[in-house]
């Protein structure tokens, strides 16, 4: 298990900080200060931030879910490694979005591509907890079923927001990126704490 | 053993999630639309998966590989830095093959050098296991000689693979990367389950 | 806490590496030598050099601060994520100032946005520390109340400073980066020493 | 120590993966074959090989140093910062090598620059070491003095081939390089192994 963390902190912690390097310095045009180019370039850093926040999220819940976690199988590291690789591709549609947002002709398909990527990683980390949750396969034993079952519903809502902020993308950019940050809030405040089927063995 | 696994997941880590490094934002042509646009970039996108697939697998079975491996010498750090500089060299031949898959006077020598560096990413990984299981050196004594033989032959297969695959690139680039995709497939399923001598004494 | 720690130390460790790609190959004018190419860089050098020192400074106190946090909750981790997400951008304000530097109608924008964001990473950094030992919430209880006061009032002082230099960057450039120096220079020493209640009970 | 020893893996990892940044995918000359372009490039692919060995050499040393220093302080861990400052800027030297290598004109500055850049990092490792041992300030206490000299022999012998190859750089680019082959051929080999005092106490 160990390895398994630290190769995912690894990737997460490497994608969430490439995302600074699609700022760019940028180039001022004649007779322009750079306090106005740097205004100018507020979708690179709207894009910087809202991918980190949502990369650091996931981390934080990827944190928690494996906590949960106290077994380890094949299938498990190859779920994982699908959650990895598309949170390691979101540096680009990150990218995509900060270059086309102010581009009416291209925006929705570049929030469009944004939104799916994002849907991808959430599929995944369902796969993941569904994975290992279903007739506590890989989970702490002495988890109470009606926990697993809040805690499923939990990541069921994350996957379908997703599935409909993709969809609003095509319809309109800016409610897209509102549902975002309503899930985003929702994921901010803490998880529910586990909770264990009375009389439960102590498991290390 | 703890650091070598710990710096071994750093660059591995490191240079899946530098692949995506390589699918660049497009520049749209006039009248050229973003979807069209993405849609052009195919090969960038596949690489990136195709690459992120191949690195992520050799993780695994690096992971497997170091759970079999209870002692570590001078020369197993150093076969295991080879590894790892064919693993970080990976990133250059993924952008190779990826602008130079739809030129048919160079998709040939591209495929060729891009099977050529996995090629010896295989040949370092089978040296790291003959070195360190060649009668019991650093693997975990009490595994059993026949189990050993048998991942031996796991990977020979893997390196024999790629040897087929480095020289069909020479002659049909479709053919090279059906046969990779034939290995991915053989390492999708789980490696078989270490098997010890029987009357072993127990080894921390 | 672990993890936590592991997170954090992966992307400060990248964030303070990626600093380097902002040094670029000098391309020569002509009859211009390579010497000469490179002593005009001195700004990307400087700049890299600076920022390696800052966040390395940020790393060690980091590492000190989370020896006396022994807990850690929801809210922490998402301080920890803030605190991440400034020390991540400051790649992209390094390299507005080297860039900008030596330009008269620019630096003084440049320099006021690198300050800017070490103050977002100091401001941060007080957040983690105030929240975490505010009542003995999750730092080690055994702490003096003394020793507590003592550590807040010198993370003030770094506080402080970047307001300070933040709007002396407004108006001379020079005397904003000698009173970073200053506070390096203060950080370069050591942190104090904890010290514990008299009496107080071992905690593990 | 644990963390200290995870964040220099974690930048000596980066900085060695970052290398392949610098390997460019050729642009052709019309009517140039795509492995012409690729020979073409060796200096870049020479220089990835040969700055990721000299990177990973000191990978293995700082980890054989850091086994035998037990004990950690603040100026351990800035002299620590120091050297991690030099292997980090590593990439930009070694972009530099490859592209002024076959300038007759910047040739032997490029060289100078990138032997004095490996120069700062066997000085910063020559002093981590002579901190740390001096007096068995930070080392095991059970260590033979004798092999603490031996060791120091050991690193002073680094610093002074690389004092010696700066300097030949200036004369002749290609003796340099070959200085630099030989030192990489004495690390080749291990590191001592560790020698203890007669009758030392178990340290744990």
Chains 1, 2, 3, 4 share one sequence.
């Not at 995509?96 to 799916?116: C, E, H, I």
């Not at 969809?167 to 409610?175: E, G, P, S």
Request: with cysteine; net charge positive.
């Amino acid at each position: 298990m160990a390895r398994v963390e630290a190769f995912s902190d690894g990737v997460l912690a490497i994608a969430i900080t490439l995302l600074v390097l699609d700022i760019k310095v940028p180039v001022l045009a004649p007779g322009q200060t750079l306090m106005v180019g740097l205004l100018r370039q507020w979708p690179q850093i709207l894009g910087y931030a809202a991918s980190f926040v949502v990369i650091g999220i996931y981390w934080a819940n990827h944190h928690y879910m494996f906590n949960l976690i106290h077994r380890c199988d094949h299938w498990l590291l190859l779920l994982n490694l699908g959650f990895l690789l598309c949170i390691g591709s979101l540096p680009f549609p990150t990218a995509l979005v900060s270059a086309y947002l102010q581009n009416p002709g291209a925006q929705r398909t570049a929030v469009f591509v944004y939104q799916g990527a994002i849907l991808a990683c959430a599929v995944f980390f369902n796969a993941i907890w569904r994975y290992a949750s279903t007739g506590h396969r890989l989970v702490d034993s002495r988890l109470d079923p009606e926990f697993i079952d809040a805690v499923t519903r939990r990541y069921n809502l994350g996957v379908l927001t997703y599935v409909v902020s993709v969809f609003a993308a095509l319809w309109n950019v800016r409610a897209a990126l509102a549902i975002d940050m309503l899930l985003v809030l929702v994921f901010f405040f803490p998880s529910p704490k586990p909770q264990f089927r009375p009389n439960s063995a102590t498991e290390t």
